[in-house]
């Protein structure tokens, strides 16, 4: 790492962008040393246990150096990039703190001459020696053989394993004495680890020694198909114990981390801590699904989102104003319950990065258009994994619909800190009766989770039934709300 001694240069540090947050990991740099950068530009993305969330620098300047490479997980308050404020060139690390001589010419502006005859090896940005207060991620097991990575993209292109052999790849040279690892810019690691090739087979051909995005590609592209292994089933009965005979292309390690590791950590505590109960009730919604039609069709509904979970968020919020004690906390320290005089409501969202609940504020004040305005900014905004901390802070009760992947049911697990969470199945048409006949109707299955801490079983049944009342006589939201 580069040592910055001159007054212009400012250290920007990982800031607590959520409450009690202690790391974050960088996903991805938007800038390089030698940029220029203005207040208020983001300069990278972190993901932290609850969210993705861009950083912008708070200042104008010329970047120095990215002390850290994407996929490093960092402490809060720990320096992560250093900005040259006064517009000055990179000043060059001393010989005694920086073993490398010289920088690749990709990062000019922190170049230095390199010494004749030294032998010594340029380092990139961000590859020196790390500080006490970052970790990386730790592998999870043997680095994948390029040949492998080589077998699973041509399968998932073909639909089956090559088996014509090819010609050998070139063997890699070794890596010069005195460097710790092969030369690459952090994009370019991140390229070899999701193609799951070891650098230190790669052929570098880039200046100093630098191993190359097409550097990675070629060694894709040459590596040696694998002939497939024999299936357990078709084995030797000796080949069935010895573990060279398994295919380990057929699994893939996913590390836990951010959003999902706050997850399940959360649900772990959540289903040990809080006694779960769970009722079910299937109701005839026929007519909510006409009113939704009717909605849409609506001028004071013009441009926003109106669907059946629009007036199932609208049914909840009537339920819970017709039974108050419901929307409530437990305090454990203080052994008091905390009955909320405002409803934060939480929609659960599966994205890419897993699942999260972001909730709308004082969903209980907001009309119908009002709500479905809210509904639809929250959906697009989780959608484009832009969802921020605080909107996932502060939730009371919480709607899951699981109905949207044609589930018909589930027992939902609550969010910490709430009592309550209301799960949808699937909507779809089925024999009823109706009116003294038995007739096609469009039906759904809810599900309501609480904590009976809190909620007996009577509370439950109350806030349960009066949703279902009025999803199946929506005229029920004027007469109760």
Avoid at 82 to 89: H, K, L, P, R
Avoid at 437 to 443: L, S
Wanted: with cysteine; net charge neutral; charged share 20%.
């Amino acid at each position: 790492m580069t040592t910055m001694t001159e007054a212009s240069v400012r250290e920007f540090k990982m800031p607590d962008v959520g409450e009690g947050l202690t790391e974050a990991e960088i996903l991805k740099w938007y800038v390089q040393p030698g940029d220029t950068v203005t207040d208020g530009q983001v300069v990278c993305e972190v993901e932290t246990a609850k969210a993705a969330v861009e950083l912008p620098i708070p200042y104008d300047g010329v970047v120095r150096d990215l002390h850290f490479p994407e996929g490093t997980t960092v402490d809060v308050g720990t320096a992560i990039i250093a900005v040259d404020v006064g517009g000055g060139s990179p000043a060059p690390a001393p010989a005694a703190a920086q073993p490398a001589a010289a920088q690749p010419a990709a990062a000019a502006p922190a170049e230095e001459p390199k010494a004749a005859g030294s032998g010594r090896q340029p380092v990139l940005v961000g590859y020196g020696v790390a500080t006490s207060s970052t970790r990386r991620r730790p592998r999870k097991g043997p680095e994948v053989p390029v040949q492998q990575a080589s077998t699973a993209i041509q399968t998932e292109l073909n639909g089956h394993a090559p088996t014509a052999p090819a010609a050998p790849a070139p063997q890699a040279p070794a890596v010069p004495a005195g460097t710790d690892r092969p030369l690459a810019k952090p994009p370019v690691r991140k390229l070899a680890k999701d193609l799951g090739v070891d650098l230190t087979t790669v052929v570098p051909t880039g200046p100093d020694g630098i191993i190359t995005r097409e550097d990675v590609h070629a060694a894709v592209a040459a590596a040696v198909p694998a002939a497939p292994e024999p299936s357990v089933a078709s084995a030797p009965a000796a080949d069935r114990t010895t573990p060279a005979s398994y295919d380990t292309s057929r699994e893939t390690r996913i590390p836990v981390k951010g959003v999902r590791k706050a997850t399940a950590a959360a649900m772990v505590g959540s289903a040990f801590t809080a006694p779960h109960v769970t009722e079910f009730v299937t109701v005839d919604v026929t007519r909510t699904m006409k009113l939704v039609e009717e909605l849409k069709a609506d001028k004071e509904f013009a441009g926003l989102r109106v669907n059946p979970l629009l007036l199932i968020a609208k049914a909840l919020l009537v339920a819970i104003r017709r039974n108050p004690d419901v929307n409530a906390s437990w305090d454990e320290a203080a052994q008091e319950i905390v009955v909320k005089h405002y409803v934060n409501l939480g929609i659960a969202a599966a994205t890419p990065r897993g699942l999260i609940v972001p909730n709308i504020k004082d969903a209980h004040a907001k009309t119908l258009p009002q709500l479905a305005e809210s509904l639809g900014e929250l959906v697009s905004t989780a959608r484009d994994g832009k969802t921020s901390p605080a909107a996932m802070q502060g939730g009371t009760v919480t709607i899951t619909n699981v109905g949207v992947f044609g589930v018909d049911t589930g027992t939902p697990i609550l969010n910490p800190g709430e009592s309550a969470i209301l799960a949808v199945g699937a909507i779809k048409p089925q024999p009823w009766v109706h009116k003294g006949k038995v007739k096609p109707r469009q039906v759904t299955t809810l599900a309501l989770s609480f904590d009976h801490r809190l909620v007996d079983g009577e509370l439950g049944s109350k806030v349960l039934a009066d949703v279902a009342a009025i999803l199946e006589q929506p005229k029920r939201l004027i007469t109760w709300a």
